[in-house]
């Protein structure tokens, strides 16, 4: 799927501790974005980046924070991660070809936060 | 901001049924987008609509995009149990997507 890695897939912690979450592209794609998924509320954009040092906030940035150095990894953090950040996280790409811009997922990472 | 609603929520149908979702946006859009989401899994593109009016098929799966733009359909034919997931509209905003909130489908034997 697009070379999209997600780590890690899984992650438990406490509230207060910081974290980060790594998406890993292997196709050169510009555009990276993260998302967050919750029961009722779809997928909901927390930040993108549309080049290397380039980014922008989504809809729920509040408490996160992203880096991108290279164009292959675009790095989200907790700074000090709430239980209201339990969720699904999915890292995406953006493809074009065509005419058709489409997004292509990671698989997901698990964050629960006690 | 652009906002896109969708419904239902859920739908469980017996096997064999039809079922269909709608997505509504608030605002006129450029194009829209078909994810599918199986249980545990993450989003896969399905189709994106153009135009106005568009109507594109995929096997049981048809698509349409409504003329003034600011709504579309999903409409299955005949569900099987491998029609199982979640399916998410998505407008285009720029440089993102602004996703609906999903139709969970469920499909009995």
């Known amino acids: 799927d697009a070379g999209i890695t997600q780590s890690p897939r899984h992650k438990v912690t406490e509230t207060g501790t910081p974290v980060t979450l790594r998406c890993h592209q292997t196709?050169?794609?510009?555009?990276m974005y993260w998302y967050r998924q919750d029961p009722g509320h779809g997928l909901r954009l927390i930040h993108y980046?549309?080049?290397?040092?380039?980014?922008d906030k989504g809809e729920v940035s509040d408490g996160y924070s992203v880096s991108r150095s290279k164009t292959e990894d675009f790095l989200l953090t907790l700074e000090s991660a709430t239980s209201s950040q339990t969720s699904v996280y999915f890292c995406?790409?953006?493809?074009?070809?065509?005419?058709?811009?489409?997004?292509?997922f990671g698989p997901g990472t698990r964050l629960t936060v006690l | 901001g652009q906002q896109v609603m969708q419904i239902p929520q859920y739908q469980h149908v017996q096997e064999g049924e039809d079922f269909t979702t709608y997505c509504n946006s608030s605002?006129?859009?450029?194009?829209i987008q078909w994810y599918k989401q199986r249980p545990g899994g993450h989003p896969v593109f399905l189709i994106q609509?153009?135009?106005?009016?568009e109507v594109k098929k995929q096997k049981r799966l048809t698509f349409q995009f409504g003329e003034a733009k600011k709504n579309s359909s999903l409409h299955i034919t005949a569900t099987q149990t491998t029609d199982v997931g979640t399916y998410f509209c998505?407008?285009?905003?720029?440089?993102?997507?602004?996703f609906g909130t999903g139709t969970r489908l469920q499909v009995f034997p």
């Open positions: 995406a790409i953006r493809k074009e070809w065509g005419r058709t811009d489409t997004q292509y």
């Open positions: 609509l153009v135009k106005s009016g």
């Open positions: 980046s549309y080049g290397v040092k380039d980014t």
């Open positions: 998505a407008g285009e905003d720029t440089d993102k997507l602004i």
């Open positions: 196709e050169n794609h510009r555009y």
């Open positions: 605002t006129t859009l450029s194009n």
